[in-house]
């Protein structure tokens, strides 16, 4: 066999492509970036220049990869939405070739992260990335999974920060003192010992941030920031319209359950722990 065919063919085997026609999901997240953020000297538990330099990737992603719909940042990660349904003919976005896709995305989110920050030196950021395809059902919990995270880890990033100056702690010991608390007993303490009531902290802090394509004039969109982002558990169709564009397709559209108790579907953010009249009087 020709050298050319031989070596192609070794390419070839592992040049593997997602289905076509079904939704596709990327994560692209930041490669240690706990160290990252330390050695820029990000503020904790949130960062101004951080999240502008996410928001800064999510945009190079989201104008640069045909076939996007949305996109959704939390902490170090995005996750990505990509529809190649429209037509038989729709050719999705290289080919839904995985490699191609995962290279793209993490180089794209990886070049604007380090626009923001002035290149990055010698030791640049950088993200990895992962693809997948999920039922059309399944798209708004892909998001809800994500958005639940960003909860638990704000209510913990404020506790552990906040605690952590409050008292005059170690690391450690507020990691001791929130050691088997759930999420809603760190809501209870953080507003006992800091005054924190969650329900009134920043929304993009603590359910995320969406990129999404707003239409203006006739025939014209653009991609636009959207920091007042649902809960998408209570609001299924603000990822699912982004997808489901057309009429047709929303009648068509499987209905989407969770397949969380009503509990757990509240609890995960306005349980109201306290009531207005026990807040102290500085509030
Ligand atoms: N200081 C600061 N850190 C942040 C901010 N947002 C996210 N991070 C940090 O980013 C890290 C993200 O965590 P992971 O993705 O689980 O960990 P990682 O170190 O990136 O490790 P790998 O993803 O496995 O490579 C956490 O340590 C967060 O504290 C921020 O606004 N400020
Ligand atoms: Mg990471």
Redesign the pocket.
Known sequence: MDIGDRMKGYEKVWDQKLPRRVPVLARI???????L?ERYK??????KT??EAMYTAMQNVVTNVAGVVLAYHQ???ITVLLKNNQTFETEPYAANRIQKLTSHLAALATCGFNKELGGGGDKPAFF?CRVWTVPEAEINNSFLWRQQDAFRNCVQ?VAHYGLKEKLNLKGRAVQKLMANKSTNELQELIFKELGINIDTYPTHLKRGTCMVKKSYLEDRAHWVIDENIPIFSKDPGYIEDQYFSTEEELDNKQRTQTGLSLEELESIEHEVLIEDEALPDEH
């Open positions: 997240d930041g490669v240690s970036f706990s160290k953020t990000f503020k904790k538990p949130y960062d951080f999240i902490s170090d990660e990895d990033a």
